[in-house]
């Protein structure tokens, strides 16, 4: 036998380390089925049982201590393991009684996207080598444009999640305000580049100041009334003394929807006030922008329409699996001027449609089909339903909370409601420790205009009027 021959005998893999891989079809239809069966099982189970996870950090570490990986180990015991580990060792934002974050179980639309995704695992970065998918989400990013009541087209591509949509404005800002950005970044302007958002808002702009290098101090955290919105007038208070002070001003941020009470930022206020000084106005609406699906609720965001760019999530409250935001804008040439790069060995660099050259990702996974099964499936008409459910249904529990002697110290019209205990109670953080620790629930806590409160979200489209009327009573008897 030559040298050759023994190298390729020497290097060809196993056949059974290449089936585990790759198995044969018969068997990968077989796991298919097994999987789908555990996991309406696993659902099930979680959907009755507690809320908080019930295997501590030390067990879940010991655990993983058999894996070492020297040997093959068949895939269904391993998809046991991982969905028990999953059942038994996460908080279940999927549990109907779960008020935490904005972090809602997934439609059954959206995880029928993510299996597709995976089996066909498209590279959404050009349009040549994936037209179907790049068609599909543009298609979607200009509806949702549209609902907005974006004038003309919309362009705009789905995210990992808000953050890096909100670092997409950031940079298109900064280009907006002065072009050489691109090559020159803060050293092109004449002082140092700020900008403006609420105290209240999502504080993963510091980290994305600090990342676009402008610096930290560039965040300017505006103060805010006593429900979280933003204050105009300090808003214009401290533009006037950055500018005096040789600063630059580039943009406004206005949260549609803050993570401690809802809030919502006087957005009509931050378009004149952008307008009289030039600056970018961007909406972050992460978790707000949920409400154009409903005539009745869209009201909530007038002036939106208004905006350069938008935030949204559609793992929030369109429900979509984690993983999928949004960043829409009117500004095409401004997005193309941000990301442009010219790659030889990309198929193509077309400007306006391959999503490498419009936006910070690279290799992108196919998210967006995600919202475009579930908007397919139930329509405007549906998601107006599910998002007036958890307005609803965020009323019942403020009324029933007033009931029993609490307070609602915010405007719950987003579906978030804090609470404030009654005089003589204990203290909050010593309420929510009993509620979580009887794991018959989640909420949290969360600090509004200076003091602890309880705060509950309505996330989940299958909690019911009966889970809210548990979760007030479990918080009363706590307190």
């Not at 010593?430 to 620790?437: K, Q, Y």
Request: glycine residues 8%; contains cysteine; proline residues 6%.
């Amino acid at each position: 036998m030559d040298t050759q021959n023994q190298w390729l005998l020497a290097t060809e893999p196993q056949q059974e380390e290449v089936l585990a891989l790759f198995p044969e079809r018969r068997e990968r239809v077989a796991i298919q089925d097994f999987l789908t069966t555990a996991l309406d099982s696993a659902e099930r189970r979680v959907s009755s049982g507690p809320v908080t996870p019930e295997l501590s950090r030390a067990q879940i570490h010991s655990d993983l201590e058999q894996f070492d990986f020297a040997a093959p180990r068949p895939l269904e015991e391993l998809l046991t393991w991982t969905m028990s580990q999953l059942e038994h060792g996460v908080m279940h934002v999927t549990h109907p009684r779960y008020l935490g974050l904005f972090n809602p179980a997934p439609s059954f639309p959206s995880q029928c996207a993510d299996r597709i995704a995976a089996s066909f695992n498209p590279q959404l970065a050009s349009a040549t080598t994936s037209p179907a998918a790049v068609a599909i989400e543009a298609h979607v990013i200009r509806e949702i444009g549209r609902r907005l009541g974006f004038p003309g087209a919309t362009t705009g591509h789905f995210t990992s999640g808000g953050s890096e949509a909100n670092d997409t404005a950031l940079v298109c800002a900064l280009t907006h305000a002065e072009p050489a950005f691109a090559q020159l970044g803060a050293r092109a302007f004449a002082g140092p580049p700020v900008f403006y958002a609420s105290q209240d808002s999502h504080l993963a702009w510091i980290k994305i100041a600090h990342r676009s290098g402008i610096g930290r101090d560039a965040v300017r955290l505006v103060q805010t009334d006593g429900g979280g919105r933003m204050s105009a007038d300090a808003l214009r208070t401290r533009l006037a003394a950055d500018r005096e002070a040789g600063c630059v001003p580039f943009m406004i941020v206005a949260t549609a929807g803050t993570t401690n009470a809802g809030a919502i930022d006087p957005i009509s206020e931050c378009r004149a006030i952008a307008r009289e000084v030039g600056l970018w106005l961007h909406v972050d609406a992460a978790w707000g922008g949920g409400v154009i699906a409903s005539p009745r609720l869209a009201g909530l965001l007038r002036g939106i329409e208004t905006a350069d760019s938008v935030t949204l999530d559609a793992h929030k409250w369109f429900a979509a699996s984690m993983g999928c935001g949004m960043f829409l804008t009117r500004w095409q040439d401004i997005v193309a001027a941000a990301f442009h790069v010219a790659a030889s060995y990309m198929p193509s660099q077309e400007r306006a449609v391959d999503p490498y050259v419009t936006s910070a990702q690279w290799s992108r996974r196919f998210v967006g089909l995600r919202l475009f099964l579930s908007l397919g499936a139930a329509g405007w008409p549906g998601y107006a339903a599910h998002v007036e459910h958890s307005v609803e249904l965020a009323a019942l529990l403020a009324h029933e909370m007033r009931g029993y002697g609490w307070r609602v110290v915010n405007d719950p019209s987003l579906a978030v409601v804090c609470l404030v205990p009654p005089a003589g109670a204990r203290p909050v953080p010593g309420i929510v420790a009993e509620v979580l620790a009887s794991g018959k629930a989640f909420v949290s806590i969360s600090v509004l205009a200076g003091r602890s409160v309880v705060r509950a979200c309505v996330v989940n489209g299958e909690t019911s009027p009966a889970d809210i009327r548990a979760i007030a009573r479990l918080l009363a008897d706590a307190a």
